[in-house]
């Protein structure tokens, strides 16, 4: 049952937020609009929950109905996670560098050969630095380590 | 009004033009034949690149891209038993069956001929049409563009959704994020939070790559495993493709009809692309002469779902041009896009740029064909793409979304973006909500808003009191009591029919 309602109940709080916030900083025809859609939609979330609650007691038609489950959401997770580190590498290593040994690690996690990650990796590099770097001038963060070190 | 719909279709044959719509369609064919990867993702995927584009160039490139991402689908579907997206699923029953009786090369012919045709039903539909539409068009006034948006969303979240509550709130959240940056009506700072950046509000790319793009790169590394496709491909020879085209004149009722199928439930928006080919299926099967045959390798079986399959684009497009509701998750993007090369999506886009709407038809008709002579020169050597591992695909796909979410606008911070809304999308995919609808109430919730004040300032609070407003609004209580037919339209019945194995997808 929790795992039913725990989305809606996030959504629900992240609504009354905004409510809560734009009747306190905005005038009211800045937030007309924005209090009918936030308050229609809060309570069309309550009707969710209550709905997720319903269901959770009704263990038959719980088993039956086809609704996405939390154990197939937390398979996702390490993936997501892993898709995640490449934020600070960015971050820390710039565009250039963090993008292809992001790839190259990522690659070899998921079993790859050495050879191919290493060549995914570099053709990737290429394409970066290359095509788009110096071909369309598009300019690439180059990320705290480098800016720290070239002053 | 001819002189625009000359001038607009030739435009295509425009030498800055043209080169656009060629690199449209090898993408598109790419991303088509690589299963997991749908149109719509493709379509995200290509999102950021559009920036900085004139819009008929910008356009041309992403249609031509998305009416031939169906095209690579069926190739995996006939030759591996693999469709590339749901849409090709129904071209795969009798298909494969046609592969392993060794003739892959008739089947191709009958899909991708079909396919080719049908699109050009569909475009040539959708011109008429557009001729019928604008006048009407002519007549709408604020509040009718208000109440037309209205109508848009409850299309998608109603009859796009499993359960239409889920629709609402997603579409509310998809409008919700439009709130963020500057009030439409007062210019005031809003939902900003004292953030600079947040000033302009949420752009539309990460918004579009991570609620489409992310969840299927995390499908794609869950995946890990072997090759996506696990068969042989077989032998395609071109007189049998010759032969396969052929077959589409000797059934050419049953083209005529499933293209209308396709055209029609194009036209109504919400009901989106998988169903067509469905019904179409369905409806070929049913009055066959020989019914028994379907799901053994019958022509009929595939010249059916893939003629209704391409035709429903005609349809989708009129709807989404001419009134800016999008048939499905793919316009939706589509009307994203216009927004990202400066158009207004909606009402006034036909008032605006008629002659956009007329080249937009002609590409759609164009790129199949094209296409369609790209996959029958090459379909064999191109479907070796289905034997890339998920595990593989799934990093280079997540490299193209990030580096597209940076170079939308060069912001470092767009990146995080990406990864926020990507979380949200795999959310909402799990627990399936639907991610149309949001993208659809981001999209318009910026014009929704403003026509609201508007209307609200111009005609008073009884401005829905507008006879084609009141109209609209009967349509729209229409749609939301719409579960019934919309079971009876959906093809599950169909599906289920046509193959009780199958698995609803």
């Avoid at chain 2, 079986?301 to 009129?318: D, M, Q, R, T």
């Avoid at chain 2, 009307?335 to 008032?351: E, H, I, R, T, W």
Wanted: proline share 5%; with cysteine; aromatic share 12%.
């Amino acid at each position: 049952m929790k795992s039913r309602i725990w989305f809606p109940i996030v959504l629900l709080m992240g609504f009354l937020f905004l409510i809560v916030h734009g009747l306190n900083s905005l005038s009211l025809r800045a937030m007309r609009f924005p209090l009918i859609v936030t308050g229609i939609v809060s309570v069309l979330l309550l009707v969710e929950i209550l709905r997720g609650i319903w269901r959770g007691r009704q263990k038959e038609v719980f088993q039956k109905t086809k609704e996405g489950s939390f154990k197939e959401l937390v398979t996702h997770l390490p993936a997501m996670a892993v898709l995640l580190v490449i934020l600070p590498l960015i971050w820390i290593l710039g565009f250039l560098i963090a993008v292809p040994l992001h790839l190259f690690f990522f690659l070899k996690f998921n079993g790859e050969k050495w050879l191919q990650s290493f060549i995914t990796a570099l053709v990737t590099w290429i394409i970066l630095y290359f095509g788009l770097y110096l071909g369309m001038k598009i300019p690439f963060d180059e990320g705290l380590l480098f800016s720290y070190l070239l002053g | 009004m001819i002189d625009q719909m000359i001038s607009g279709m030739l435009s295509i044959f425009d030498l800055n033009v043209l080169p656009f719509i060629f690199l449209g369609l090898p993408v598109g064919l790419l991303f088509g034949l690589l299963p997991g990867l749908s149109g719509v993702t493709t379509l995200a995927i290509l999102m950021p690149f559009i920036y900085g584009m004139e819009p008929v160039k910008a356009l041309a490139f992403l249609l031509g891209a998305w009416s031939v991402c169906n095209n690579g689908g069926t190739v995996t579907a006939i030759l591996l038993n693999i469709p590339g997206d749901t849409a090709n699923a129904a071209t795969m029953l009798d298909g494969y069956p046609m592969t392993q009786k060794g003739l892959a090369g008739r089947a191709l012919g009958n899909a991708l001929s079909a396919s080719a045709f049908g699109a050009l039903f569909g475009g040539l539909v959708l011109i008429v049409l557009i001729f019928v539409a604008r006048p009407l068009i002519m007549a709408f006034g604020l509040p009718e563009f208000f109440f037309l948006i209205f109508l848009g969303l409850c299309f998608i979240a109603v009859l796009g959704s499993e359960s239409p509550i889920k629709g609402f709130i997603s579409g509310g959240m998809g409008i919700a994020l439009s709130f963020f940056g500057t009030s439409v009506l007062t210019g005031e700072p809003r939902f900003t939070f004292g953030s600079l950046r947040l000033l302009d509000g949420f752009d539309i790319v990460p918004i579009g790559l991570g609620v489409f793009a992310m969840p299927e790169v995390v499908e794609l590394v869950i995946s890990r495993g072997g090759t996506i496709a696990k068969v042989d491909k077989s032998n395609v020879s071109s007189a049998q493709m010759w032969e396969g085209t052929k077959d589409i004149f000797r059934h050419f009722k049953l083209f005529l009809l499933s293209s209308g199928i396709g055209t029609f439930i194009g036209i109504v928006p919400g009901v989106g692309g998988n169903v067509a080919p469905w019904v179409a299926y369905g409806v070929a099967k049913q009055i066959s002469k020989h019914p028994e045959k379907f799901g053994t390798g019958c022509v009929e079986g595939v010249i059916a779902p893939e003629a209704s399959n391409n035709g429903k684009e005609g349809g989708a497009l009129l709807t989404t041009l001419a009134l800016g509701i999008p048939g499905s998750a793919g316009m939706a993007l589509l009307l994203g896009a216009f927004l990202m090369v400066g158009l207004d999506p909606g009402p006034m886009f036909l008032k605006e740029h008629l002659d956009l709407a007329f080249s937009m038809a002609s590409t759609l008709i164009f790129a199949n064909f094209l296409g369609t002579g790209v996959m029958m020169a090459l379909s064999k050597k191109l479907s070796a793409i289905s034997y890339i591992r998920g595990s593989m695909l799934g990093p280079i796909i997540l490299v193209l979304c990030v580096f597209g979410a940076y170079c939308a606008s060069n912001d470092l911070w767009d990146i995080p973006f990406f990864f926020i809304f990507g979380a949200l999308g795999v959310v909402m995919k799990a627990y399936h909500y639907n991610r149309a609808a949001l993208f659809l109430g981001f999209v318009l919730g910026v014009m929704a808003e403003k026509y609201f004040g508007l209307s609200l300032s111009t005609y008073g609070p009884l401005f829905f009191l507008r006879p084609i407003s009141l109209a609209i609004i009967a349509t729209t209580v229409l749609v939301l009591f719409y579960n019934k037919f919309r079971v009876a339209l959906s093809g599950k019945k169909y599906m289920k029919e046509a193959n009780p194995r199958l698995e609803e997808r």
